[in-house]
């Protein structure tokens, strides 16, 4: 990441040891601080009191999809991305395009998806 410090990063994902292993990573990258949502639910009351800076969401939490939240973040101009292991296939039609991480991943993949991410989301603010 080019400059991680002090970047918010919420984690939608229902296995433990992903979101571990995200953390890890995302602390690695240099973010200072990451929540970690395992479900819809706990993600959508994460979103009501605060804001991060960018967000990784599984697609499938526990049999659910986690596209409410994605609505929810692109409504309120927040960067993510899908970290799935069916790659583009996993996507219902009105979240195509979107970018996703395939799992498995390393670290200079997650590093690359949230640079680009993060710099389109400087893009828009800086159009506004």
Same mark, same amino acid.
């Given at each position: 990441? $080019?400059? !991680?410090? !002090?970047? $918010?990063?919420?984690v939608v994902e229902d296995?433990?040891?992903?979101s571990m /292993?995200?953390? =890890?990573? /995302?602390?690695?990258? !240099?973010?200072?601080k990451?929540? #970690?949502?395992?479900?819809v639910e706990k993600a959508i009351e994460y979103l009501a009191d605060g804001a991060p800076n960018f967000a990784i969401l599984d697609?499938? /939490?526990? %049999? +659910?999809k986690s596209f409410p939240v994605a609505d929810l973040l692109r409504r309120r101009d927040i960067p993510f991305v899908y970290i799935s292991g069916y %790659?583009?296939? *996993?996507?219902e039609s009105g979240h195509s395009g979107a970018r996703?991480? &395939? +799992?498995?991943? $390393? /670290?200079? =993949?997650l590093r690359?998806?949230? =640079? =680009?991410?993060?710099?389109? &989301? +400087? &893009? #828009?603010? *800086?159009?506004?």
């Open positions: 990441m $080019r400059n !991680g410090n !002090g970047l $918010r990063v919420l296995e433990v040891f992903i /292993l995200l953390e =890890d990573m /995302l602390m690695d990258l !240099g973010c200072s990451i929540d #970690v949502a395992a479900s697609i499938n /939490l526990n %049999g +659910k %790659g583009e296939g *996993g996507l996703i991480l &395939q +799992k498995p991943f $390393r /670290l200079d =993949d690359r998806v949230v =640079d =680009d991410a993060v710099a389109d &989301q +400087k &893009q #828009v603010l *800086g159009s506004h």
